[in-house]
């Protein structure tokens, strides 16, 4: 789920109560891009990401690119020739998707210090990446925490691509 709020001056209490009112596994909080100009290329803005918890993460990948489908899709950048979507976020990751025809490209930045997962988790993890694409998929790596990415874990795909 993605919501377009001014992410700068409405409080947390009000973002985990949206966010647990819409009961969405996450909601994406997009501050409004107010400086477009014609020709612009790439689109710079702020996000926060809230879970139906009330708790806020650091990253999250789906709610990158759903944030940044709705962005490409609003009447004000169709047919602008938008290359690129930066979303930066409170902890000052800046995830970078790029527009390429009809997908989006997305690039995750790195964590420093990744610990690997116990192979019984990273086994359950694969099966559920796989019966969620519906088809066997290439994860290099599944690894958890990291300097300001203590939660969850992260899969280090190949590639990630969505329409």
Known sequence: MVIFLDTDTTPLSILQGLSANFNQPMASFVKPIQDFRPGQKVLRTDIRYIA??????PLCGHGSLAAAKAIVSLPEFIGQGIEEVQLKTTKGITVTIRV??????????AAQKLLPVEDSKEEKIKALVNKAFGRDMK???????GEGFEIGEYLVPERCAAR
């Open 52 to 57: 139906s918890t009330g708790q806020e993460v």
């Open 139 to 145: 994860v290099n790596k599944i690894m958890t925490g």
């Open 100 to 109: 390429v025809g009809e997908l989006l490209e997305m690039e995750l930045p």
